[in-house]
Nanobody, 126 residues
Framework: QVQLVESGGGLVQAGGSLRLSCAAS??????????MGWFRQAPGKEREFVAAISWNIGNTNYADSVKGRFTISRDNAKNTVYLQMNSLKPEDTAVYYC?????????????????WGQGTQVTVSS
């Protein structure tokens, strides 16, 4: 059974940075076709795509709202995916979720992801 555990959330001022981590266990992702994604959900809003990376190839995709500010990466040895968030804005405030999709095509719809972490809160103050 795959388990995803996020960490790194917190409170930061606008313009600041945070790095989220997603540690995967129960599955060695470097050996399989899998896409790792980050999503976020603000109160009263639908869960939205933030970024994703194909584990084997390393292709990435980003939501327009975070392009140029966020960077997704992975560490095969640690079975961990990261989301480096710079120039944070108050509108980035949300619970951030890590997710895994068994496949090679990067999908932005959260319905297509198979495994989810518990989420980590990111709050950006103005």
């Amino acid at each position: 059974q795959v388990q995803l555990v996020e960490s790194g959330g917190g409170l930061v001022q606008a313009g600041g940075s945070l790095r989220l981590s997603c540690a995967a266990s129960g599955h060695t992702f470097s050996h399989y076709a899998v896409v790792m994604g980050w999503f976020r959900q603000a109160p009263g809003k639908e869960r939205e795509f933030v970024a994703a990376i194909s584990w084997n190839i390393g292709n990435t995709n980003y939501a327009d709202s975070v392009k140029g500010r966020f960077t997704i990466s992975r560490d095969n040895a640690k079975n961990t995916v990261y989301l480096q968030m710079n120039s944070l804005k108050p509108e980035d405030t949300a619970v951030y979720y890590c997710a895994a999709d068994k496949g090679v095509v990067i999908e932005s719809s959260y319905h297509l992801y198979d495994y989810w972490g518990q989420g980590t809160q990111v709050t950006v103050s103005s």
